[in-house]
């Protein structure tokens, strides 16, 4: 297979695949019933295939224990991105997300048990999970944890998974390596902030760039922004999962977008949409004014 394209993520000088693999889908029951057998055949296709960025999360059940069972012998091959806030000890069940908690003690406790699960003594990112405010930051003593752990060498790098309304202040704040932040042409609120982010020198990992697959699946409200939005005459010989992933990587600020499966066969699909790279200006182009006409611009 050929070389993934890869990008520099901003001033941490990793060199990240533009596709990265999200380890949601292998939480486990209740939510997705994905075996163990099907969890280390997923993990091993990815960096088979070429991947070298992997974000995981202790909100996402076992997947942790599974990137350390499985392929904690390959951690040479990829770069391990984790969150921190989260409960310690548990998981998201029945689709309830459990509280989050940004203070010393549980960021700290939460960093040493992802070391723990995943078999490995460093994290390549750490990042901030719930778009908690600067105030939750400073005030919980999380932000000082987090960069203590850093120092220590426990964690190489820090960032953030950012939404509106803190999302601006936590660019301001200065102390992020890496801001992760959801985007799609179904979801184009975060456009302009993707880009103020990448001129602070901060890496850009972009999440849902597939929009869950509610085109493709014809359901949901991404089928209907979609369906107003119509834009299936622009496909041409790509699916629509194909158009909204190369549509993704067609922002200019973005250096890897993270894709979740359980399946090796859209692996596959996803890694040879990626090889076909952005989308042509002109189609981009068109597709942002269709999108915008109806009303799926990028906020101001």
């Given at each position: ?178 801001f992760q932040i959801p985007y799609s042409a179904m979801q ?113």
């Open positions: 297979m050929p070389d993934l394209p890869k990008r520099q993520l901003g001033r941490t000088g990793l060199r990240v695949t533009t596709l990265g693999y999200g380890a949601m889908e292998l939480r486990g029951a209740p939510r997705r019933n994905v075996s163990d057998a099907e969890a280390e055949r997923i993990l091993n296709a990815a960096l088979d295939a070429g991947i070298n960025y992997i974000d995981t999360s202790i909100d996402y059940g076992v997947a942790e224990e599974r990137i350390g069972n499985y392929i904690s012998h390959r951690r040479s091959e990829y770069y391990l991105a984790s969150k921190c806030g989260c409960a310690v000890g548990g998981s998201i069940e029945d689709g309830a997300r459990l509280p989050h908690v940004f203070t010393r003690e549980n960021v700290v406790a939460g960093v040493e048990q992802s070391l723990r699960r995943m078999k490995t003594d460093y994290l390549d990112l750490v990042q901030f999970h719930a778009s908690p405010s600067r105030a939750t930051l400073e005030q919980d003593g999380g932000l000082e944890a987090l960069l203590d752990l850093q120092r220590q060498g426990m964690v190489r790098f820090i960032g953030i998974s950012g939404t509106v309304p803190h999302l601006q202040e936590q660019i301001e704040m200065g102390v992020f390596d890496v184009r609120e975060h456009e302009h902030l993707i880009s103020e982010a990448s001129g602070t020198g901060a890496g850009i990992v972009v999440r849902g760039g597939v929009a869950r697959g509610g085109p493709a699946n014809e359901a949901g409200e991404a089928w209907d922004k979609w369906q107003r939005a119509e834009i299936d005459d622009l496909l041409g010989d790509m699916s629509r999962m194909e158009f909204l992933l190369r549509f993704t990587i067609s922002h200019p600020d973005l250096d890897t977008t993270i894709v979740g499966t359980a399946s090796p066969e859209h692996l596959g699909d996803n890694v040879e949409a990626l090889l076909k790279g952005p989308l042509p200006s002109d189609v981009y182009e068109e597709a942002q004014r269709r999108l915008a006409a109806a009303g799926l611009a990028p906020s101001s």
